[in-house]
């Protein structure tokens, strides 16, 4: 199933936008001015985006396409607040450092079984998220959960599952009238 | 604006810069909830200086995505959605049923409906007289016709979708301010059940656009209505904060106040405390409206030579009769999709059991839901796996789920109240509320037969029941009652149906802790006719 940009920007349909605004939008157009690197100049905004690519490519279900605009898309409204950019800046730093130190080699760079035997090696599967905790609890907080968070609050995301409308998106009010499709 | 603003960047908003007493205030109004909101907006329409105290933080708007982010992400509980603080909300629960209060309740300008579902029906007509329709609990000294034109005016101000189609409701003039949503999909599966055993369903007033109203936007289907409308759709005290300052009120966030200053018969002034030092606002007149438990906390904390048991508490019952609305709820799996968590609200209930009830039985109201089960987000976000293991597990546990919850009264019980307990102190030194929550047996029998009329429809509907919340492990649906009862009799209440306190003949009290018995309607409605009518007794006095 294919992510589109709607998926990643739903949240401003909501926000009075409007469908056309958004599809209306060039990839310039994400963040506002597209300077959200500008925003957070002391992140590795790069390395954020690899990283999270080459992490959604091992957390994403096989039959979703489209996940690097996605990803991009998604990560460019995240990277606009300065906290959490920084935070995801560090966590990411730390699985490379983690990789490097494991497999002799950057995380975005492993091969994709590589990278879902890192994740588990961290203990990102078993941990629960914590922004504040251990490295397992903040991978599973800003690597993976937040990829998860992304794609199944989405409409694609929500689709795969048999909901069109997930919480966290504003799909209208006729969603919940609708009978299963034949 | 572009995507999701991550859950960690909503904080409080500055709120007042300067947080000092304002000068020659005609009425302090303490709370700012829907109860506050409403007093502080009408008093400031008809020129009256207002000042409003709350104790929690203003929040910005543009921080709702942010906090549906905590409402969705494991890492946070639920009174992290609204910046609880456990120091500043500490608590205790001594009764037999343990009071999750954190859990009920919002600290901050829009107060507790800022985390609210919405869903808003006025009593019924044999709830203002329980004693004489009933055989048990008290009459209230008001009657629904009294109140009638109140209800119509807080429909309109809460701006509330509703219909015509409910048999048992009790009697109105006009029409709600806007149609109902539609029934769900799940309900039209429901209804065939429903008509077999000859249960009427019918729509659910409820306190959110179902089209564009008083500026705010239609309901878009977030799905997150407990604990937060990031749209606005759903109705939130913070409507009436606001209009009460365009119209010239003072609204200081903040600043919880810590005691009455008071003589023998009238209010002095509210000591409140800031993060710059403590303050004291004097005022004419004064209308607490801090929610069933902090009202009556307020009043205890401010006893003195003159009131030594606590103030207004002539009658010994400040605190006394502690009620909620007791949930009882069951559900289970279909074979077939049912199309659950789309919306976060209800479209159909039933009320046809509600005044059947009697000394044995309590009045109860049943709920068909339209999100139960797992939400996927949700269950994605706290499992061991991911990709496609991941999906199949959403796939297999999503999609099936039918559910039915109901709300039933509790008595008025001298043994079911809020005190102060001395052994533990909050942020200030304060000594924490105690719920010391009890029960009782007519609404433990009664949660029975709702448990049985509810097996019976699921029965009918072919599913496979799954939960089940029963006499054993019910709880509380959040309203908090009684607490300052209303009545004619001094000895016997705190407030007169004017809404005063009998003790002081300058402070008001709008709240639910005026409530002598609860019905088993949600109250917020009946919050909002009160604040209504307690204005209109402000008004006549200053
Ligand atoms: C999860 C949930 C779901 C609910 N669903 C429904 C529903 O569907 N329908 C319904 O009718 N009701 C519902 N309710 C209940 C509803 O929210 C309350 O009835 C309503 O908000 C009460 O209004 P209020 O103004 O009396 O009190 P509140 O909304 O609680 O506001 C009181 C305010 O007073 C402030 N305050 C307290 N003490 C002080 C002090 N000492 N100094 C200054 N300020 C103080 C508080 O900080 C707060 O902001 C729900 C509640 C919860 C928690
Ligand atoms: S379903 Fe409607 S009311 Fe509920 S959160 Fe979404 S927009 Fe708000």
């Keep these: ?182 | 604006m572009s995507g999701r603003p991550p859950a960690e960047s909503a904080s409080p908003a500055d709120g007042a810069a300067d947080r000092s007493p304002v000068e020659d205030a005609d009425v302090c109004v303490i709370g700012a909830g829907p109860a506050g909101g409403i007093v502080a907006e009408r008093l400031a329409q008809a020129g009256r200086e207002v000042v409003v105290l709350e104790a929690g933080p203003r929040f910005d708007f543009d921080d709702r995505l942010a906090r549906q982010e905590r409402a969705i992400r494991p890492a946070y509980d639920r009174p992290d959605v609204w910046d609880g603080d456990p120091e500043r909300d500490a608590h205790s629960a001594s009764g037999e049923w343990f009071y999750p209060l954190n859990h009920a309740r919002v600290k901050g300008v829009g107060g507790s409906t800022l985390h609210w579902q919405g869903m808003v029906m006025r009593l019924h007509e044999d709830d203002f007289r329980s004693e004489t329709a009933r055989g048990v609990g008290v009459d209230w000294p008001l009657e629904y016709d009294d109140l009638r034109p109140y209800y119509a005016e807080a429909e309109r101000e809460l701006g509330v979708a509703g219909g015509e189609d409910n048999p048992f409701a009790p009697p109105r003039e006009e029409p709600f301010p806007m149609e109902a949503f539609p029934p769900s999909y799940s309900d039209g599966l429901f209804a065939e059940a429903c008509d077999e055993l000859g249960i009427e369903m019918h729509s659910v007033p409820n306190a959110r656009n179902s089209e564009p109203y008083d500026d705010r936007s239609a309901c878009v289907g977030y799905g997150t209505c407990q604990p937060v409308c990031p749209s606005g759709a759903k109705y939130d005290a913070t409507v009436h904060v606001e209009r009460a300052e365009s119209k010239g009120a003072t609204v200081i966030d903040r600043a919880p106040v810590q005691r009455l200053e008071h003589g023998p018969d009238a209010i002095d002034a509210a000591v409140y405390a800031t993060p710059d030092g403590e303050y004291r606002q004097a005022a004419d007149a004064f209308v607490i409206a801090c929610g069933g438990v902090e009202t009556p906390r307020l009043l205890l904390l401010s006893e003195s030579s003159h009131y030594p048991d606590g103030l207004a508490n002539s009658s010994g019952l400040v605190g006394r009769y502690f009620m909620d609305h007791l949930f009882a709820g069951m559900g289970g799996l279909l074979d077939e999709p049912t199309r659950q968590n789309h919306v976060g609200f209800l479209t159909s209930e039933s009320h046809q059991f509600y005044d059947g009830a009697d000394a044995e039985f309590a009045p109860f109201k049943l709920e068909f839901f339209n999100y139960d089960g797992p939400s996927p987000v949700e269950m994605a976000l706290s499992g061991d796996d991911w990709g496609d293991d991941l999906l199949e597990r959403l796939r297999s546990e999503y999609g099936n789920h039918v559910g039915l919850g109901a709300l039933v009264e509790q008595l008025p019980r001298e043994d079911s109240y809020v005190a102060l307990d001395y052994d533990r102190t909050d942020d200030r030194g304060n000594p924490v509320p105690d719920v010391h929550w009890n029960v009782g047996d007519r609404a433990l029998r009664t949660i029975e037969r709702v448990n049985e009329i509810q097996r019976e429809l699921l029965e009918e509907l072919g599913a496979e029941i799954t939960w089940q919340v029963g006499p054993e492990d019910t709880g509380p649906a959040y309203h908090h009652m009684g607490t300052t009862r209303m009545g004619t009799d001094p000895t016997e209440s705190v407030v007169g149906p004017d809404l005063r306190t009998h003790d002081l003949e300058n402070c008001w009290i709008a709240s639910s802790s005026v409530f002598p018995t609860g019905g088993a309607m949600n109250p917020t409605l009946t919050i909002a006719t009160l604040a209504l009518k307690a204005t209109d007794h402000v008004l006549e006095s200053v």
């Design chain 1, 1 to 182: 199933m294919e992510l589109t940009r709607r998926d990643a920007v739903a949240a401003l349909a909501a926000l009075g936008v409007g469908g056309a605004a958004v599809a209306g939008l060039d990839r310039s157009d994400w963040g506002a001015s597209g300077d959200a690197d500008a925003r957070a100049e002391t992140v590795d905004a790069d390395r954020i985006r690899e990283t999270l690519l080459a992490a959604a490519e091992v957390v994403y279900p096989r039959e979703v396409t489209g996940i690097e605009e996605f990803v991009g898309a998604f990560l460019e409204g995240r990277l606009e607040d300065p906290t959490h950019a920084t935070a995801l800046d560090e966590t990411v730093a730390k699985v490379d450092e983690l990789a490097e130190a494991w497999y002799g080699a950057r995380f975005a760079t492993l091969s994709a079984g590589g990278r879902e035997s890192f994740l588990r090696e961290v203990g990102a599967d078993t941990a629960d998220e914590d922004p504040d905790g251990t490295t397992a609890e903040r991978v599973r907080y800003y690597v993976v959960n937040e990829l998860l968070l992304a794609l199944y609050a989405s409409p694609t995301g929500g689709e795969l599952v048999g909901i069109e409308n997930p919480q966290g998106h504003p799909g209208g009010m006729d969603t919940y009238q609708r009978g299963p499709e034949p």
